[in-house]
């Protein structure tokens, strides 16, 4: 080989070096400029939000499960405008109107309904869970919001949405072990969190807890089953509590029965662990105060219901500002001619009247949607945290208020 050619060879050999390198860096930096900004576990706001309703068409619609009960709809705005990110967690708030009734006028109904994917710029994804009467209530129309939303919204149609709140949302600046505990429809939140964090975070150690009936219900199976495969900091652990005749374990799910603290001693790694945990209210009752006695600090637990919340697992009521709250007050709620006596021990005066049968409307349960806004007659409420919501003078929001006074609402 001639002088010249071996020049021209090393010459090649690093340009080709130097193309590579420029490539790779390239990638990096577009990958990196595309993650969401951080976001700690406390933040409720997102940048970019837009105020009130914006109007969405619906891009798709599809089934999430064999059994075709968990169905997801793909939202983009009408503005065509670029869509804020959110926090993996978040939920967007939907403002329904329905027919009271086959003839009757339409009543507007507000719902919230968790992201079910990483955030994207251009789209929103939701899944819904088609809500039954309730199996000792059969003759009780099914839910009203949910049935809309898998018999009524076809492709092209228009939903009315807030844009996306809510404080259960993953801690990503933290590179402790992340434990997702979802029961059923549950898992919405964590799939956004978990995609998320593989994106954006992919060495951090994330173990899913997922219960479900059995193979009809098992929602995101073979997304999840994918990012298992493909991640190795991501643990996958599907329990099914019926499993059916065509149901394999070990290959559809990993264990029958419930999740309990039991099988987390038993998969999961010594060490510190931040838990997530989102399902119905049974599970929900049994398993955040098990986390509790099992020495898992507070601050280390984050839940968040999508219903009335149960007894098992309300948590202690503080007053405002240090001060205790006295106990007990009548609470009378007009509408439903009922006085009640709070003793304390309910969360807000949400569940305390949901505990009780009393019928109110509600949406995020978290002070950020409005739906719960009730007229105070006379007395005082007050608020352990400011709602994010603003509340009209002379009412009050149900889902974070406490009283502090006697109470006479209109509801
Ligand atoms: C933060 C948050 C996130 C959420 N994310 C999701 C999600 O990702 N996916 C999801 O599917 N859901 C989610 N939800 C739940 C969702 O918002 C709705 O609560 C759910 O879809 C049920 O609403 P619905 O209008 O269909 O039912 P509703 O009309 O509110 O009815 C609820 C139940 O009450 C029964 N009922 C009807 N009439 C009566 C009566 N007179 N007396 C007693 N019972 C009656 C119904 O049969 C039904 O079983 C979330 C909730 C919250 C708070």
């Known amino acids: 080989m001639t002088a010249l050619l071996l020049l021209a060879a090393i010459s090649g050999t690093i340009l080709l070096q130097v193309a590579i390198g420029m490539g790779v860096g390239f990638w990096r930096l577009r990958h990196r400029g595309s993650a969401p900004p951080p976001v700690d576990g406390n933040t409720p706001a997102t940048t970019g939000a837009w105020a009130g309703w914006r109007a969405f068409r ?81 003759a009780l129309p099914a839910g009203a919001a949910s049935t809309y939303l898998h018999d009524t919204v076809q492709v092209g149609d228009l939903l009315r949405v807030k844009a996306p709140a809510g404080s259960f949302v993953l801690d990503s600046t933290s590179d402790t072990a992340a434990v997702f505990i979802a029961g059923g429809i549950g898992v919405t939140p964590m799939i956004s969190m978990i995609a998320w964090s593989l994106a954006y975070r992919p060495d951090r150690p994330l173990f899913l807890f997922y219960g479900v009936r059995n193979s009809a219900d098992h929602a995101f199976k073979a997304l999840l089953e994918q990012l298992a495969q493909s991640h190795p900091a991501f643990t996958l652990t599907v329990l099914y509590a019926a499993p059916g005749p065509d149901d394999i374990e070990g290959q559809d799910f990993q264990h029958t029965g419930f999740i309990d603290v039991a099988l987390l001693k038993r998969v999961l790694p010594h060490g510190r662990h931040q838990f997530y945990v989102c399902g119905p209210p049974a599970m929900m009752a049994a398993l955040v105060p098990a986390l509790a006695d099992w020495g898992v600090p507070k601050s280390d637990i984050h839940f968040e219901s999508f219903g009335p919340a149960s007894s098992g697992y309300v948590r202690p009521v503080a007053g405002v500002a240090g001060t205790p709250l006295a106990i007990p007050f009548d609470i009378q709620f007009r509408r439903s001619r009922r006085t009640i006596v709070w003793d304390g021990k309910d969360t807000n005066l949400l569940d305390f009247a949901e505990r009780r049968g009393i019928l109110v409307e509600s949406g995020c349960r978290t002070g950020s949607c409005g739906a719960c806004e009730t007229r105070v007659v006379s007395g005082d409420v007050r608020y352990a945290d400011k709602p994010d919501f603003d ?21």
């Open 391 to 411: 509340v009209s003078a002379g009412s009050c929001l149900l889902c974070v208020g406490l009283p502090a006074s006697n109470l006479v609402l209109e509801a």
């Open 58 to 138: 619906v891009d798709s619609v599809g089934p999430e499960d064999q059994a075709g009960t968990q169905r997801t709809l793909v939202l983009r705005p009408v503005d065509g405008l670029p869509l804020p990110g959110f926090a993996p967690g978040q939920y967007l708030t939907f403002s329904i109107d329905l027919p009271a009734s086959p003839s009757g006028p339409l009543r507007t109904i507000v719902r919230c309904y968790s992201l079910s994917e990483q955030p994207n710029g251009e789209t929103y994804r939701i899944t819904v869970k088609r809500m039954p009467a309730p199996a000792a209530r059969p």
